[in-house]
């Protein structure tokens, strides 16, 4: 099974900072690797797929990249909205193994 | 746009169980594979299961296989997820998904399942 593990799992910072969130897998998954963001009470939301491909309507302050085993989520200006915990995802072992992350709560300073 | 729209909180005994419907709109349920996923109270995510339309199947993680059954009722474009011997470790959220190759693009508002004597 891959197991994907994410850092820091929680991060602290005010609006206007980048922010880098990293996803690392167990084993190699090229690039298919997606990630979602999940405010309190609410379904998660599908940022970006494909590791770098950015999801229709989501703002482009996000960004993503990387490959294999290490993976990053860029958030150039924190905004306000943005507040929530965000998880990575494999697809490399789709459709008999799906796998999260651990999540990363990003909060206020 | 796809609309997912699932059934109300339910509360059951250890032992029993349950069985979670999503309705889709916009799209019909053929168009969709639809998977699902849950999340317990302050945890992470974990996927159950969905279909896999290139072979027609439906794929069960092996944690929840023998215990979890996923159907779909194409004529009411509703999707269930039914899970049985339930045991205090499986209260959480479960929430239907659509997939496109593995990424869910969109999701059901959420059903909490309480286990609970």
């Known amino acids: 099974d891959i197991q994907l593990t994410q850092s820091p799992s929680f991060l602290s910072a005010s609006v206007g900072d980048r922010v880098t969130i990293t996803c690392r897998a167990s084993q190699g998954i090229s690039s298919y690797l997606a990630w979602y963001q999940q405010k309190p009470g609410k379904a998660p939301k599908l940022l970006i797929y494909?590791?770098?491909t950015l999801q229709s309507g989501v703002p482009s302050r996000f960004s993503g990249s990387g490959s294999g085993t290490e993976f990053t989520l860029t958030i150039s200006s924190l905004q306000p909205e943005d507040f929530a915990t965000y998880y990575c995802q494999q697809l490399n072992s789709y459709p008999r193994e799906l796998t999260f992350g651990g999540g990363t709560k990003v909060e206020i300073k | 746009q796809v609309q997912l729209v699932q059934s109300g909180a339910e509360v059951k005994k250890p032992g029993a169980s349950v069985k979670v419907s999503c309705k889709v709109s916009g799209y019909t349920l053929t168009e969709l594979s639809m998977h699902w996923v849950r999340q317990a109270p302050g945890k992470g995510l974990e996927w159950m299961g969905g279909f896999d339309p290139e072979d027609g199947e439906t794929i069960y993680a092996q944690k929840f296989q023998g215990r979890v059954t996923m159907t779909e009722d194409t004529s009411t474009d509703t999707a269930y997820m039914e899970l049985s011997s339930l045991r205090s470790e499986d209260t959480a959220v479960y929430y239907c998904?659509?997939?496109?190759?593995?990424?869910?693009?969109?999701w059901g508002q959420g059903t909490l399942v309480t286990v609970s004597s």
């Open positions: 998904a659509s997939s496109v190759a593995g990424v869910f693009d969109y």
């Open positions: 494909a590791a770098s």
